[in-house]
Nanobody
């Protein structure tokens, strides 16, 4: 079955950096676009960054120039390098396919908290 295990979240000061990792299994990783989603309290989950199997990336405007998504198809792992973090980046971060598959499955996520 599908498994998504996110890690790397932490408490960090504004301006700091974090690198998130997501280990995936249970599906053909290299054939799927992957994305990092985030959900802050009281807000809807949003897709922050995505990367196709060929490495084409896309970012929402608020993270462009600060976040970098990458993947290692040999390790079935997707990464999110986050630099110049802002308090508004605080959220639980999840990885998943893009679009999310059916049945819908989410991992436990990893918490990022940015203090001002």
């Amino acid at each position: 079955q599908v498994q998504l295990v996110e890690s790397g979240g932490s408490l960090v000061q504004a301006g700091g950096s974090l690198r998130l990792s997501c280990a995936a299994s249970g599906f053909i990783f290299s054939s799927n676009a992957m994305g990092w989603y985030r959900q802050a309290p009281g807000k809807q989950r949003e897709l922050v960054a995505s990367i196709t199997g060929f490495g084409v990336t896309h970012y929402i405007d608020s993270v462009k120039g600060r976040f970098t998504i990458s993947r290692d198809n040999a390790k079935n792992t997707v990464y999110l390098q986050m630099n110049s973090l802002k308090p508004e980046d605080s959220a639980a971060y999840y990885c998943n396919t893009v679009p999310v598959g059916a049945p819908i499955y989410w991992g436990q996520g990893t918490q990022v908290t940015v203090s001002s």
